[in-house]
Nanobody, 123 residues
Framework: QVQLVESGGGLVQGGGSLRLSCEAS????????MGWFRQTPGKEREFVAAISWRVRFTAYGDSVKDRFTVSRDNAKNTMYLQMDNLRPEDTAVYYC????????????????WGQGTQVTVSS
């Protein structure tokens, strides 16, 4: 079992920046990819970014490419999402997730999820 705890959400003006963190605990040695997804009411969960640490792999959703950067501190078992040039359409609950497979980015591949953190971008 693995537990995920997100932090760093909040309210920011359009054009601003936020950094989300996701700390993993438990049997993390069995896992190989962490990812960020986001969801707004009435919409499906959307892929934001993913990173694998045993192979060189990062991936981004089209709507965040060139604005968001995913990274991981292996010593701290913590993944980060640096979000720059935020837009009102980035407003959502952001979820951290973890997968056993390498280099995956579909929600079905991720087996454990955090509780989510709200990001609100004002215009």
């Amino acid at each position: 079992q693995v537990q995920l705890v997100e932090s760093g959400g909040g309210l920011v003006q359009g054009g601003g920046s936020l950094r989300l963190s996701c700390e993993a605990s438990g049997r993390t040695v069995l896992y190989n990819t962490m990812g960020w997804f986001r969801q707004t009411p009435g919409k499906e969960r959307e892929f934001v970014a993913a990173i694998s640490w045993r192979v060189r792999f990062t991936a981004y959703g089209d709507s965040v490419k060139d604005r968001f950067t995913v990274s991981r501190d292996n010593a701290k078992n913590t993944m980060y999402l640096q979000m720059d040039n935020l837009r009102p359409e980035d407003t959502a609950v952001y979820y951290c997730a973890i997968a056993r497979r390498v280099a995956v980015k579909t929600a079905q591949d991720f087996t454990s999820w955090g509780q989510g953190t709200q990001v609100t971008v004002s215009s």
